[in-house]
């Protein structure tokens, strides 16, 4: 009877340490997974009206969320520091530059967002699930329409012209 309790209480102990580090595990898993500082990996592509297909561009993020546009049509080599937050706020900024720009994830249809170090504002509209329209507005040089911005499912400030579409890579 001893042998069958002891047997039981060694088997019970060994489940409970084979449970532990899956218990302990899971959270770190769900912690790892949480979008953090650098934004994730993005996919942007330029949408083009004459012939469809899309010009595709990357977005290169890393641990210091900076990310690097360097693609026909992008700006070549512009560095972007993307910051997110965990209330689906990001704010993408060229350091050392004027462009800076708050965006919540999901806005409201028609709201304007202001540039922190110009300016210029913007246009958002959401378009279908996860795409807003982003137009610049204000810009003397290019009109209020003249900058859409088409971003999925987070937006990002690229450049004054084109449409442009943005993707987190997985997604």
Known sequence: MDIRRTAALIAAALVALTASPTASAVPAA???????????RFTIAQVRDDDGPEALLTALDGPDGKVVLDAEGAPGGQVWRVACFPDATCSFSVPGGVRHLNVLGRPEAGSEVATTWSPLSWRVTPVDNGTVLI????????????????????????????LW?????GS
């Not at 769900?30 to 994730?40: D, I, K």
């Not at 009109?143 to 690229?158: E, W």
């Not at 579409?165 to 890579?169: S, T």
């Open 30 to 40: 769900s912690t790892e997974a949480a979008p953090g500082p650098g934004g994730g």
């Open 165 to 169: 579409r943005l993707k987190r890579a």
């Open 135 to 162: 137009a610049l507005r204000n810009n003397q040089g290019v009109g209020p329409a003249a900058s859409p911005l088409d971003v999925h499912p987070t937006p990002v400030v690229l450049d004054t012209a084109g």
